[in-house]
T-cell receptor, first 115, second 113 residues
Framework: AQSVTQPDIHITVSEGASLELRCNYS??????LFWYVQSPGQGLQLLLK??????LVQGIKGFEAEFKRSQSSFNLRKPSVHWSDAAEYFC?????????????FGRGTSLIVHP | DVKVTQSSRYLVKRTGEKVFLECVQD?????MFWYRQDPGLGLRLIYF???????EKGDIPEGYSVSREKKERFSLILESASTNQTSMYLC????????????FGPGTRLTVT
């Protein structure tokens, strides 16, 4: 069974600083990869997704993520964090084949932004 | 825009009560999901449905049941609420197929006293 690891439970950055949130997955083949964001009191919203092709994908709100097959990673980055980016971030993977399209989510990383 | 709505944002129920959580999506999505979210545990799948009247158990179905009589509506039922079911409940929907992202409702924070 696939698994997703987000090794950082909390990350604190200063406003304007760069950000990288880590995501590692365990799966037999390259899955479909997603990053979601959950603002306080809200449901999850898709930031970006990777299926194939260019390993650097752009998302909404200035986020990007890089897929590295050799490291089974899909890390999320932003060059300059804004206070409104404070939220919970979830990485998710979905098997490409096998008939199941049920995502497996990581446990999330809580981003705290200091002024 | 896809919209997923949940019947209540906050709900307080007593132990032993039967609880209904309703979810409605307006984009004709085949798949619908119920998750519970607890601090440090992320999202855990309770049930999902890939078609009307079809349902599959997720990772933690015990104590829950679901109903999908119409394509747009997916209900989560707690037959006899217990305090360990106090949680945030999230509903999601998606088109069929692995390639499609999920759209989430705002969540229902359920407290069972």
């Amino acid at each position: 069974a696939q698994s997703v690891t987000q090794p950082d439970i909390h990350i604190t950055v200063s406003e304007g600083a760069s950000l990288e949130l880590r995501c590692n997955y365990s799966y037999g083949a390259t899955p479909y990869l997603f990053w979601y964001v959950q603002s306080p009191g809200q449901g999850l919203q898709l930031l970006l997704k990777y299926f194939s092709g260019d390993t650097l994908v752009q998302g909404i709100k200035g986020f990007e993520a890089e897929f590295k097959r050799s490291q089974s990673s899909f890390n999320l980055r932003k060059p300059s964090v804004h206070w409104s980016d404070a939220a919970e971030y979830f990485c998710a993977v979905v098997p490409v084949s096998g008939g199941s399209y049920i995502p497996t989510f990581g446990r999330g990383t809580s981003l705290i932004v200091h002024p | 825009d896809v919209k997923v709505t949940q019947s209540s944002r906050y709900l307080v129920k007593r132990t032993g009560e039967k609880v209904f959580l309703e979810c409605v999506q307006d984009m004709d999505h085949e798949n619908m999901f119920w998750y519970r979210q607890d601090p440090g545990l992320g999202l855990r799948l309770i049930y999902f449905s890939y078609d009307v009247k079809m349902k599959e158990k997720g990772d933690i179905p015990e104590g829950y049941s679901v109903s999908r009589e119409k394509k747009e509506r997916f209900s989560l039922i707690l037959e006899s609420a217990s305090t360990n079911q106090t949680s945030m409940y999230l509903c999601a929907s998606s088109l069929g197929g692995a390639i499609y992202e999920q759209y989430f409702g705002p969540g229902t924070r359920l407290t069972v006293t």
